[in-house]
């Protein structure tokens, strides 16, 4: 059955990566889960943004890891976001987990190493999710298949998805070799006729990202994709006839 994880949180409709997003997701959606992206902050602490830059999405400028938690906290978040909503600051994972612990849903946390590898970042996230008891509830996934590879080291069981924006040959054989669960591919790499059907051949899945229109999602879920990753997870239950 296919799965609605929320991009960002509610992102289609609530600043990303907030906890007003998250919080909507469990709200106003039928979605299984959330995904979204973690950096660490000068001091070390596990934040939940998506851009290395802060310019975007805050009313901050630079580095994310140039600030330590307590610099980062004074921004506000989703000030370009068209809307009127209550301030909202930089996640912590720890509070993003506090309340994940409450629900049933699922987190695909991407740890954003490609930019900067963020040493440590690994170990850190292993214990946080053992801390709270959230094994079950956890998923991880990286553009930096290396960053799996240590994830793997440290939770042998981990579910693991391997991020791509490539049309990598061969794609089920090379994430059976790097122990993964998943691959978690561009939308018109999945659209790709047979992909899915290949990749489950080898007991690996196959997630979308970012699919928001109803047709493309309709498409995806014909072509047997397992996880819709989307900004709009309202429609996604539409396509999947939720109720």
């Known amino acids: 059955m296919t799965k609605i994880f929320a991009h960002r949180g509610f992102s289609g409709y609530y600043p990303e990566n907030t906890m007003l997003a998250f919080t909507k997701v469990a709200e ?7 995904e979204l992206d973690i950096q660490l902050t000068k001091d070390g ?3 939940i943004m998506h851009d290395e830059i802060l310019d975007r999405t805050t009313n901050g400028s630079g580095f994310l890891k140039e600030y330590t938690l307590a610099e980062l906290k004074e921004l506000s978040v989703g000030v370009n976001f068209k809307g009127f909503f209550p301030r ?10 506090t309340f994940l612990k409450k629900t049933k849903l699922i987190v695909n946390i991407e740890l954003k190493t490609s930019v900067f590898e963020y040493t440590g970042i690994e170990e850190k996230l292993i214990a946080m999710v053992h801390e709270f008891a959230l094994e079950d509830q956890v998923w991880y996934s990286s553009f930096n298949h290396y960053t799996m590879e240590r994830i793997l080291k440290l939770m042998p069981e981990a579910k693991c998805g391997l991020l791509m924006d490539t ?3 061969h794609p089920g054989s090379y994430a059976v070799e790097c122990g993964a669960m998943a691959i978690n591919a561009c939308t018109p790499f999945c659209l790709k006729p047979g992909i899915a059907d290949e990749l489950h051949q080898q007991n690996i899945i196959m997630q979308a990202w970012t699919p928001n229109e109803i047709e493309v999602m ?3 879920v014909a072509n047997h994709v397992d996880v819709l990753i989307t900004n709009y997870p309202d429609r996604a239950a539409q396509v999947l006839n939720r109720r």
């Open 45 to 47: 602490e596990i934040v």
């Open 88 to 97: 909202q600051t930089i996640p912590t994972l720890r509070e993003f987990f």
């Open 218 to 220: 309709q498409q995806l």
């Open 167 to 169: 049309w990598l040959m």
């Open 28 to 34: 106003e959606t039928l979605a299984d889960g959330i």
